[in-house]
């Protein structure tokens, strides 16, 4: 269960599988390499599965992590893009490296009957 995982934790893992090193993804987000490795660990204990293989300061991901760091950039994305289009001021939002944009949702829905009814439906 994630019910305690946010978009900035999400954001963290996403940028610690990118960098490949802990250390690295320490710089570009300018927290300790101690608070990424809480939130992974944190994280691997909610979902009940390794994320992260762990080799000195390089990091890879299991299978498992692959899965869920394609899932978690793909929810930020379309987080993000819902909340652009609701066009609300003073909302700033901060990018992040994800999977290239997305067809409108009305757009997908009418190529693929389907796409209405699984977020990977529309998304593939």
């Keep these: 269960m994630l019910a305690s995982i946010n978009t900035d934790e999400l954001r963290s893992l996403i940028v610690v599988a ?12 300018e927290v300790t390499t101690q608070h990424l490795m809480q939130i992974a ?38 987080l993000f893009r819902t909340v652009e289009q609701m066009d609300v001021p003073g909302v700033v939002l901060q990018h992040l490296s994800v999977p290239p944009p997305l067809p409108p949702l009305e757009t997908a829905s009418r190529r693929d009957p389907a796409a209405g009814t699984g977020l990977h439906t529309a998304i593939l």
Excluded: M, N, Y
Aim: aromatic share 6%.
């Design 18 to 29: 990118r960098s490949g090193e802990i250390i690295r993804a320490a710089q570009e987000l």
């Design 41 to 78: 660990r944190r994280c691997e204990r909610q979902i009940g599965v390794p994320l992260f293989v762990w080799q000195d300061k390089q990091v890879g991901l299991t299978q498992s992590g692959q899965v869920f760091i394609e899932s978690a950039k793909l929810a930020l994305h379309l």
